[in-house]
């Protein structure tokens, strides 16, 4: 029998005792980072009176865990079931454009799983074809079990082109396919990647999977991976057959603001992109022909 995963505030208590700094200390610490905090706010945190909720407090957090010589995501994890709106979102359909919609389709898949993994590491790999086309997306994570029992994680995926035929989605390594919920109308594809065996608290796993559209290949505009949950790296690379005239980094948070940047087609005819400590938000390219 499994024991309960520990609560924020008792996580972040051992955490201090085994970092063996004082509050003022560690105040002081997060201060040289430019982040402030007062002795109050880190007293109620870890006796839990109080919760990181605001954006503020939560990239807070994220300096805390460094501080305390903890993984990324050690304290922030523990944050995400229980916060709502625009902070950290609970819900799986956070940052969809229609949530209600991702809500209904992901009911037809295990999701029980999903707040005890930790996404430490994504990296998607996009490859654009020379009719301009979406062809294919090549998907790596590392998770983390918070607790015993996840044996499973869901991939949620959104094309713009409604009347197209949606991608055939491969497991490629350490998984296998469950459950697929399809809503062509709605361009949505849900399925569930089971893992080899059961995670024990702790433990992580490294997974592949590819999705590959059908011939015609849907117009290739932009593409962009929604984090509802922190991920300590994330790794973005589009490959481009034909070269877009245009390509923008475009970034949104957790509270809405939305962020462009215009980028460079390196001469192998792809653009990169790596967000440290990202999330919640979405993180993408757009560009035009």
């Known amino acids: 029998m499994s024991l309960p995963l520990p609560g924020f505030a008792e ?3 051992s955490a201090v005792a085994a970092r063996g700094l004082s509050l003022e200390r560690i105040r002081e610490h997060l201060a040289r980072r430019g982040v402030s905090v007062s002795l ?5 945190w870890q006796t839990g009176r109080s919760r990181p909720e605001r954006r503020a407090s939560l990239t807070a957090v994220a300096h805390l865990e460094e501080v305390l010589d903890l993984e990324a995501g050690a304290l922030s994890a523990l944050l995400a079931p229980a916060l709502r709106g625009g902070r ?3 819900s799986i359909s956070a940052f969809w454009p229609v949530p209600s919609v991702i809500d209904d389709v992901v009911g037809g898949v295990d999701t029980r799983w999903d707040s005890r993994l930790t996404r430490i590491s ?13 062809r294919s997306f090549l998907s790596r994570q590392v998770l983390r079990a918070e ?3 996840p044996d499973r994680w869901v991939v949620i995926l959104h094309i713009d082109e409604h009347d197209r035929a949606l991608p055939v989605i491969t497991p490629l390594h350490n998984c296998r396919l469950g459950r697929v919920v399809t809503r062509p109308a709605d361009g949505l594809l849900v399925a569930e990647l089971l893992f080899r065996t059961p995670l024990r608290r702790g433990q992580t796993v490294i997974t592949e999977h590819e999705l590959v559209n059908q011939a015609p290949c849907p117009l290739a505009t932009n593409y962009s991976r ?17 070269l877009p005239r245009t390509v923008r980094r475009v970034v949104q ?14 001469e192998g005819g792809s653009v990169l992109g ?3 400590r990202f999330g919640p938000g979405s993180y993408g390219f757009e560009w035009t022909w």
């Open 226 to 242: 929604k984090f509802r949950r922190p991920v300590h790296e994330y790794v973005l690379e589009v490959v481009f057959d034909a």
């Open 122 to 134: 994504q990296h998607d790999r996009v490859t654009v074809g020379s009719d301009r086309g979406e």
């Open 40 to 44: 109050a706010t880190l007293s109620y």
């Open 253 to 266: 948070d957790a509270d809405g603001t939305r962020q462009s940047f215009g980028v460079q087609v390196d």
């Open 88 to 90: 950290l979102q609970s």
């Open 274 to 276: 790596v967000a440290l």
């Open 11 to 13: 996580s972040l208590r």
């Open 147 to 149: 607790e015993d029992g």
